[in-house]
């Protein structure tokens, strides 16, 4: 079949941040589909900045192994503000339908959010020329922006409220990435049959325990004798790092412990002021890393972080970070309820803390450091659970039957009522 898809932030294993769609199209090519990928021109934690002028960038086509990638006009300067996110939304919600008319017709388009903008504008080319549309909803907007108090403009809810209801009532299938997301949805009245759970997968020929890469990572960086607590991922909103730099303050009489943040997003200037301003001298800020070496700078901790803000929303989120660390055989500290904390408890990966409880945190950090044989426990619990539960071949398989059954016609479905009035 002939499948397109539709990701603002598409990008390889040379680039940091997750690659899971990335993985998902090299896959769908190799099982003998034709892919193409609709895609702005940065990743999410990659700030190139583009040297060639606006119009020669409106679209541009690449191969990256068996796929074809359409990058479109997309405005690069995400991370400066929320305005700045907003406008490379709405950059890329205008340029993406060129990318989808350029190509020939594909059979399904599959369509991944947030950002939900661009599904929309995606959405208007499926109906022209009468293409099967499946959404992947990655994170609930706008509720969790909301929920974060990042959207307040109560014009603008209503108008990315009904884009959700249109595009769930006109989409041939939803995937959801969490247990939490598909339940959230199937309450708002949309069929269970319509809503296919398919969670994110971890490569154990990528990601896995590499002593001799942590080696090289704590000698380039000067890390021996330190005790490494990584936070590894996003530096945005939702991510909650001020509880970590709440934590190091109260560790600073810790000399051997080293708070290490790898990462970028909207908040890092804002983290990096604060590590300044409180002379956070245990706290080290890095660049995001390609997702080719992640595992090494994993593998170099002693024991890694998973923080999300407090809000209700967050309790059906699965970070990918967290399962990265498993496959890495690193224990974890997860300050997140609901379904991340369920996957810690049931791995017996690591240690829970209260979202924003700092003092609690630094006990657990001391603990777990001076607890070597519990440390490592959890580290191999985590392992084993990770590669039984979460295999990426498997989550891999699941999206291919879905959209094959999509344009097989195996799942046309009725929408709820609207009840937004």
Same mark, same amino acid.
Request: a neutral charge.
């Given at each position: ?28 090519? &190799?099982?003998?589909? &034709? ?5 702005? &021109?940065?990743?999410y ?10 119009y020669?960038?409106m ?17 690069? #300067? /995400? ?11 709405l950059?890329?919600? /205008? ?43 990655? %994170? ?7 929920q ?15 884009? #959700? ?7 041939? @299938?939803?995937i +959801?990435?969490?247990? =939490? ?7 708002? =009245? ?5 809503v &296919? ?7 154990? %020929?990528?990601?896995y ?7 090289f ?18 530096l945005?909103? +939702? ?11 109260r560790?600073? %009489? @810790? ?5 290490? /943040? ?9 983290t #990096? ?7 956070l ?11 080719? %070496?992640?595992?090494?700078y994993?593998?170099?901790?002693? $024991?890694?972080?998973?923080?999300? @803000? ?11 970070? /967290? ?15 609901? #379904? ?6 049931? $791995? ?24 070597g044989?519990a +440390? ?7 392992? $084993? ?32 009522e609207?009840?937004?009035?």
């Amino acid at each position: 079949m002939k499948v397109a898809v539709v990701y603002q932030y598409f990008q390889g294993h040379g680039a940091p941040g997750h690659s899971l769609i990335y993985e998902l199209t090299q896959h769908l090519a &190799e099982r003998g589909h &034709e892919v193409t990928v609709i895609s702005g &021109e940065t990743g999410y934690m990659k700030r190139d900045t583009p040297t060639l002028p606006w119009y020669r960038r409106m679209v541009r086509k690449e191969r990256d192994g068996q796929v074809t990638v359409v990058r479109t006009f997309t405005y690069s #300067e /995400l991370h400066r503000s929320f305005f700045g996110r907003l406008m490379s939304f709405l950059s890329f919600s /205008l340029s993406c339908p060129a990318g989808l008319l350029s190509i020939d017709k594909p059979d399904v388009v599959l369509a991944s959010s947030p950002p939900i903008f661009p599904m929309f504008s995606t959405w208007l080319v499926c109906k022209l020329r009468g293409i099967p549309f499946v959404l992947e909803v990655r %994170d609930l907007w706008p509720a969790s922006a909301v929920q974060m108090g990042i959207l307040k403009n109560r014009q603008l809810i209503g108008v990315m409220s009904w884009m #959700e209801r249109l595009l769930y009532n006109q989409s041939s @299938r939803i995937i +959801a990435l969490t247990e =939490g997301i598909r339940d959230d949805i199937c309450a708002r =009245g949309w069929p269970e049959r319509k809503v &296919e759970l398919v969670t994110c997968g971890v490569d154990v %020929d990528r990601l896995y325990p590499d002593e001799a890469g942590a080696a090289f990572v704590r000698e380039r960086h000067g890390w021996q004798g330190r005790r490494i607590m990584l936070y590894f991922g996003a530096l945005g909103e +939702a991510n909650n790092i001020p509880v970590i730099l709440r934590t190091a303050q109260r560790m600073r %009489d @810790r000399h051997d412990v080293l708070f290490v /943040l790898i990462g970028d997003g909207m908040k890092r200037q804002a983290t #990096e002021r604060e590590v300044s301003s409180l002379a956070l001298a245990n706290v080290v800020m890095l660049p995001p890393v390609p997702k080719d %070496d992640a595992r090494m700078y994993i593998s170099a901790a002693d $024991a890694c972080l998973v923080t999300l @803000r407090d809000i209700p929303l967050f309790d059906g989120a699965i970070p990918t970070k /967290l399962i990265d660390y498993m496959a890495c055989g690193k224990p974890v500290l997860c300050g997140v309820r609901g #379904e991340a904390q369920r996957i810690v408890e049931d $791995a017996a990966a690591g240690l829970i803390f209260e979202p924003d409880d700092d003092e609690h945190l630094a006990g657990l950090v001391a603990g777990i450091l001076d607890d070597g044989s519990a +440390a490592a426990r959890m580290g191999r619990d985590g392992l $084993a659970y990770v590669r039984s539960r979460f295999p990426a071949s498997r989550m891999r398989t699941q999206m291919e039957v879905a959209l094959i059954d999509v344009v097989q016609g195996r799942s046309a479905e009725h929408p709820p009522e609207d009840r937004s009035s």
